[in-house]
């Protein structure tokens, strides 16, 4: 928390629309890989509750990034191998009543400027078959300090990192279904690229 505050001004709008307690799941826009962990921060300390990340499993094997998320216990993902397991460790983790959370694009985005990547499908087989709603949430500003790319050191020594929170999307489809998969995924897509509309305005950009 100290990190995310010495490095951001951090701006939120919308976070009660993450209920007090019971399932949710949090889909985001990828612009960093400081994302997740900063996400999990504010909602931690803003709402009381923690959530698990699918969070790509090579990341876990960087040093500092490995050991905060086994301390956390996030949930290691293959990226592009359609990786059942992590799925169905976080189906567990909303069917238990607790906050899961995705990034649709999957990798981070090299240049978000041009708008959100495709969308990935986990986000849609996580809550079809849970039911859980679906908090899209917009966030701009991490790229800033640390784009795809790596570190950047320099001004402005404190950028504005907001995050905004739209309101939840109930699931509808059928998750047996591609149409309805891809549908729901593509809707999920559109939400949260409103919310980074207004998340680009909260951080000045």
């Known amino acids: 928390m100290l990190f995310l505050r010495a490095a951001f001004r951090v701006r939120v709008e ?7 307690s019971g399932a949710a799941i949090l889909a985001f826009n990828h612009v960093s890989v400081i994302d997740g962990p900063a996400l999990a921060i504010e909602v931690a300390r803003r709402r009381r509750r923690e959530s698990r990340f699918l969070v790509a499993s090579e990341v876990f ?7 905060a998320l086994r301390s956390f216990d996030q949930i290691p993902i293959r990226r592009g191998q359609g990786d059942a397991h992590a799925l169905d460790e976080a189906i567990r983790t909303v069917e238990a009543g607790a906050i899961a959370a995705i990034a649709p694009e999957g990798r ?5 400027e041009l708008g959100l ?18 908090i899209p949430v917009g966030l701009w500003g991490s790229q800033i300090r640390w784009p795809r790319a790596g570190l950047r050191l320099g001004r402005p020594w404190r950028p504005t990192l907001a995050f905004v929170f739209g309101e939840p999307i109930a699931p509808f489809g059928d998750p047996s279904v591609v149409a309805d998969i891809e549908a729901f995924s593509e809707h999920v897509r559109e939400a949260i ?8 305005v909260v951080a000045g950009a």
């Open 108 to 112: 981070v985005n090299d240049d978000p």
């Open 61 to 67: 094997g960087r040093f500092f990034f490995g050991w």
């Open 117 to 134: 990547q495709r969308a990935r499908r986990g986000v849609a087989r996580l809550a079809l078959p849970t039911g859980a709603p679906v």
């Open 14 to 20: 919308g976070i009660t629309n993450i209920p007090a």
């Open 193 to 200: 690229a409103e919310q980074v509309v207004r998340a680009r």
